[in-house]
């Protein structure tokens, strides 16, 4: 017996990748349904070969399905969540709405699956922050190995982590460019074509950006709460694939070549390290892989125990919504869906 599934924001571009890959990994779906505000009634979204017409999300009967993947932001997320838990379903949810709820799991499969255990509490699930995934994915056989003390990063994220109209905007603003007109600033209020913008979301008391408190604190709740974080979150443009560099600080020793030997057999992940012109993975490789990639591991010597290395992935897939429909693998192997 199959599951009944909704998208409750079927037409973003995470939901629309959520169908998609609920296709791909052939997810035990007996229905599925496409979700989203009443303005996008009638518009019909690709589920593999099927199109499905969108139905309104405010009036559909959630207590007819078991599972709803959520990606319509934190406000809708915020109002909803609790309404579809209450009539039944299970809820995963990718906005940040609920991620640090002590009641809620936060979870990457392959670094916190046990997490899931906590998922009867409030029928909702959190889906991480899409530049902590990747990280965490590289960070867990590492830590397990040689325990993180510190890592500083910095993000290079794809404009698709702030939407279509992101996407929309810097094609745009390029196109812009080259023909000479005005570069219209209205998402960004600044350029981002041939640009980079050291600021992903609100700046906060103290300079940090919302974007780089979530990993901060995303990181303590799914890894290890004593790991430290410094994190500068940089918009750059790319249409999709977020890299991040990190400089690692570990408790014990761990070599550049024990790293790379972990790495290459770990779960989710691809080491492409090579010591060759191309022999590391750029952002736009990334598009459309499961995986997270890393290259670029070498030893850090300013630090008694240092590694630095390369993660990159595609936001959209790892960073979203692959990583929601892993875990609804996971609670359905759990048998906590339905
Ligand atoms: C971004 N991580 O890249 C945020 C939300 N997806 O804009």
Redesign the pocket.
């Known amino acids: 017996m199959g599951l009944k599934v909704a998208v409750f924001g079927a037409t973003g571009a995470v939901g629309k990748e959520m169908l998609t890959i609920l296709d791909e990994r052939l997810f035990p779906a007996d229905e599925m349904h496409a979700l989203a505000t009443r303005k996008s009634l009638g518009v019909e979204v690709s589920y593999g070969d099927r199109d499905l017409k969108i139905r309104d999300a405010e009036t559909f009967d959630y207590s007819k399905v078991d599972l709803v993947l959520m990606s319509a932001g934190a406000e809708a997320s915020r109002e909803w969540a609790p309404k579809i838990a209450a009539a039944g379903a299970m809820v995963v949810d990718n906005s940040s709405a609920w991620r640090m709820d002590p009641d809620v799991p936060l979870v990457v499969p392959e670094v916190n699956p046990e997490a899931l255990d906590g998922a009867a509490s409030k029928r909702i699930v959190a889906n991480p922050?899409?530049?902590a995934i990747q990280m965490l994915v590289a960070f867990k056989p590492l830590h397990d190995k040689a325990r993180i003390r510190r890592a500083a990063i910095s993000t290079y994220?794809s404009v698709s982590?702030?939407g279509s109209a992101a996407m929309d905007e810097l094609w745009t603003q390029t196109r812009g460019i080259f023909v000479n007109d005005p570069v219209e600033k209205n998402e960004f209020s600044k350029q981002i074509a041939f640009n980079v913008i050291p600021r992903?979301?609100d700046l906060l008391k103290g300079g940090i950006t919302s974007?780089e408190q979530k990993i901060v604190e995303e990181t303590q709740k799914i890894l290890d709460p004593d790991v430290r974080i410094a994190a500068t979150c940089v918009r750059v443009p790319v249409f999709v694939g977020?890299g991040v560099s990190a400089h690692v600080e570990f408790e014990n020793p761990i070599s550049a070549k024990e790293a790379r030997d972990l790495l290459r057999e770990s779960p989710g992940l691809m080491l492409v390290d090579n010591r060759e012109d191309d022999g590391f993975v750029t952002p736009v490789e990334s598009v459309g892989e499961f995986a997270v990639f890393v290259s670029r591991v070498r030893e850090d010597a300013s630090v008694e125990h240092g590694l630095s290395m390369w993660i990159v992935s595609d936001?959209l897939r790892k960073g979203?919504a692959l990583n929601a429909v892993q875990i609804a693998e996971a609670l359905n192997n759990r048998g906590l869906i339905g």
């Open positions: 922050n899409c530049a994220q982590g702030a992903i979301g974007e977020h936001n979203a």
